[in-house]
């Protein structure tokens, strides 16, 4: 996939002109950081389509079930940015927030928003167990994670940020039938429900599809679990 064909990919993304020099950019300081923070093993030939096309195809499936543009997301394990800092640049009046453990990469994801102009994002270095346990708890209408953990963990990494009603979009492979399956009592108790499951478009993604979870109830306060309980017993 080429970068040009990006826009017409996307046209509800206005403004292409802006945002797609920024991503052309963000791959750019991302390759350039390599030696120093590795945040990605995905072939350059591939960087396109599996980092940039992949992300906005999240933000597009979400915001057409939304029927609107999100006002907060909240982006679990960012890693090198995708999808939060691509979804940062094609929606700068959305306030974005990147939760991201590792330091080094926390300290490229802040890097990163610097380089691309990005006023509307706050990097917080910090694993989501704890991140949720302070102001971001139930504050985002829009909760994404890409390739964090199998589902029934991720939920509860996930679900807690979530504003009521709030919508969860993660991205899964082939295997999401059966980690949907294995994540419903997870779903019971963190008081989630099943919107859609949206596979994107064949020219994007043969196999990923993207489930999307939406808050209906109270999370207990319990949730999440302390830092690393939620990976060795998940619910």
């Known amino acids: 996939m080429l970068w ?6 996307f046209p509800g993304f206005e403004s292409p002109e802006r945002w797609l020099p920024l991503l052309r950019r963000h791959i750019e300081l991302v390759e350039a950081s390599s030696e120093r923070t590795r945040v990605t093993s995905v072939p ?3 960087a396109v389509r599996r980092h940039f096309a992949e992300s906005l195809e999240i933000l597009r499936i979400a915001e057409d079930l939304e029927g609107a543009a999100f006002d907060r997301c909240v982006d679990v394990g960012s890693g090198g940015g995708f999808p939060g800092l691509v979804i940062a640049v094609v929606r700068p009046a959305l306030e974005m927030h990147l939760v991201e453990p590792l330091q080094k990469r926390a300290r490229l994801l802040r890097e990163l928003a610097g380089e691309l102009g990005l006023g509307n994002v706050t990097v917080h270095a910090a694993r989501a167990e704890d991140a949720a346990r302070g ?8 909760v994404t994670a890409r390739a964090v953990a199998p589902l029934r963990e ?7 940020f979530a504003a009521g009603d709030g919508l969860l979009a993660l991205p899964k492979g082939s295997g999401l039938g059966d980690e949907l399956a294995e994540a419903g009592a997870a779903m019971s108790e963190l008081g989630l429900s099943l919107a859609a499951v949206v596979p994107m478009r064949a020219a994007i993604s043969q196999n990923v599809r ?4 939406r808050r209906r109830g109270a999370i207990p306060d319990r949730y999440p679990r ?10």
Do not use: H, N, Q, W
């Open 154 to 160: 991720l939920i509860e990494y996930t679900a807690p």
């Open 135 to 142: 102001p971001l708890r139930g504050s985002a209408g829009l």
């Open 210 to 213: 993207v489930a999307l979870l």
């Open 226 to 235: 302390r830092a690393g309980i939620p990976a060795k017993r998940p619910l």
């Open 44 to 46: 350059a030939g591939e």
């Open 4 to 9: 040009d064909e990006l826009p017409a990919l």
